[in-house]
């Protein structure tokens, strides 16, 4: 088979170890892909951007496709899942009228309250005036949210009422993302240890993978920047049994009902970004996609074979499916430039080790050039390993990332931590 994969970060070549271990699959095409993915054997990129629908169906035309897999959240917002569908290419991600569970925070928010799915209070607001006159009245902390994507920097907490008019008038007048200002939400500040549940779904069944815990903050102690997750570990020790069943209850279920009863039916992965908060677990946000770095830990931990999963969500036979997730645990632990998220430098060459059964590379901002590979991003790769225990994952995932070097190389050191606190 051949597969085409759009999207070029360290989740892309999660998703393209974990197709080529189908012995189904022949090739593969990334657009645009990156430098780790173009050196995988039997993968090749192609500098198309994820964002560029025509320049992809050209493409689909252009090459034997058997099955796309849509990985990325804006190409999926834009329609691509449409597009190549519309073309008879079978495709693994949500139409584009059920992505808008992440292109639009608005729609979601009203989706959500509209069929009872717990999340955190908010009121929406189209004008920035009104806005700020609301925004005297609130307490503090709280949260603005832009209702398109922003490049997982739509959120932003507020910590009084200064900020938050500053924030309106950045996000609503200013536009710094964009249409994505042209509404905004002011929502309740939550408290709660966040839990990422990504899960397979073809509209009719749910089927959760091991849950995961991101770490967003660019330095230790959840200090810095946000940025896009600087590691993850799974399984979430917050995640309880009991928590998972309430979940399925009160919030998965519902959710891909509630879509259906929409006529937006969805399949593909489903991401869940939880808070467990004392009043039970809210949804903060909904992902129409893997999240990344979430991917580098739960794919590792993935038994069964990734490919038939998404031919069988495509396919609406996901009941009689096979996923299945290894006992013990995993960590990724992203080396980044230093610097990110705000300014960074690129360009340098990136040393490799070796990695043993149970560890990955997943390279994300890093080109090809020849037999090297250039650092071009900010988040340059991700290291993780599998381990028996959280521990041994974490130590594996450490081992690995200090073998990498590259002149301007960064990671946090206490991904997973707070995970082996929540243990003991
Ligand atoms: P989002 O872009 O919606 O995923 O939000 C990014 C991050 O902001 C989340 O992972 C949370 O850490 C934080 N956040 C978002 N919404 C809330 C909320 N209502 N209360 C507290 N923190 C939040
Ligand atoms: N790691 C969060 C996300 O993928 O959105």
Same mark, same amino acid.
């Given at each position: ?10 989740? !892309? ?5 974990? #197709? ?8 593969? =095409? ?5 430098? %780790? ?6 993968? *090749?990129?192609?500098? &198309? ?20 897999? &849509? ?29 808008? &569970? *992440? %292109? ?29 006159? =609301? ?26 009422? !200064? *900020? ?23 929502? !309740?500040? #939550? ?32 200090? %810095? ?16 049994? !009991? ?63 990734? #490919? ?35 300014? =960074? ?6 040393? #490799?080790? *070796?990695?043993?059964?149970?560890? =990955?590379?997943? &390279? ?61």
């Amino acid at each position: 088979m051949n597969i085409l994969i759009v999207g070029g970060g360290g989740r !892309e070549h999660a998703v393209v170890k974990a #197709l080529k271990r189908n012995r189904k699959v022949e090739k593969i =095409y990334a657009l645009p892909g990156n430098g %780790g993915i173009a050196q995988e054997e039997g993968a *090749e990129c192609f500098p &198309i951007k994820a964002t560029d629908l025509d320049g992809i169906e050209a493409f689909a035309k252009s090459h034997k496709i058997d099955f796309a897999a &849509i990985t990325q959240d804006d190409p999926l917002v834009m329609g691509c899942v449409d597009r190549l569908e519309a073309l008879q290419i079978p495709c693994f991600g949500p139409t584009k009228a059920a992505a808008i &569970i *992440e %292109g639009s925070k608005v729609y979601s928010k009203d989706l959500m309250k509209k069929y009872n799915i717990p999340t955190a209070k908010s009121e929406t607001f189209t004008d920035a005036g009104k806005a700020v006159a =609301y925004l005297k009245t609130c307490d503090y902390p709280t949260v603005i949210k832009a209702d398109g994507l922003a490049a997982g920097k739509g959120a932003v907490i507020v910590a009084d009422f !200064e *900020e938050a008019k500053k924030t309106v008038d950045e996000i609503m007048v200013k536009k710094v993302f964009g249409a994505s200002g042209n509404q905004i939400l002011v929502e !309740e500040f #939550l408290t709660g240890p966040e839990v990422s549940v990504l899960s397979f779904t073809d509209g009719n069944v749910i089927v959760p993978m091991v849950s995961s815990m991101d770490h967003k903050r660019a330095k230790d102690n959840d200090e %810095g920047l946000n940025t896009g997750g600087m590691g993850t570990v799974a399984p979430n020790p917050y995640y309880t049994k !009991e928590i998972a069943k309430e979940c399925m209850d009160k919030i998965f279920l519902p959710t891909v009902k509630a879509l259906n009863k929409e006529g937006r039916t969805f399949k593909g992965c489903i991401f869940f970004g939880l808070m467990l908060t004392p009043k039970g677990p809210k949804v903060i946000e909904y992902n129409c996609r893997f999240g990344d770095p979430e991917t580098q830990v739960v794919l590792p931990l993935l038994e069964s074979d990734l #490919l038939e999963i998404m031919l069988a969500v495509r396919e609406g036979r996901l009941k009689e499916s096979d996923v299945r997730f290894r006992d013990g645990a995993a960590c990724c632990v992203i080396v980044a430039s230093d610097g990110y998220p705000s300014r =960074y430098e690129t360009g340098y060459e990136i040393s #490799l080790p *070796e990695t043993k059964e149970g560890e =990955y590379l997943y &390279i994300a901002g890093a080109k090809a050039e020849g037999e090297k590979l250039l650092t071009s991003g900010g988040r340059v790769l991700g290291a993780s390993a599998v381990g028996n225990t959280l521990q041994e994952a974490i130590g594996g995932a450490y081992a690995l990332a200090e073998k990498v070097s590259f002149q301007n190389a960064y990671m946090r050191k206490d991904i997973g931590q707070r995970a082996l606190r929540a243990l003991q």
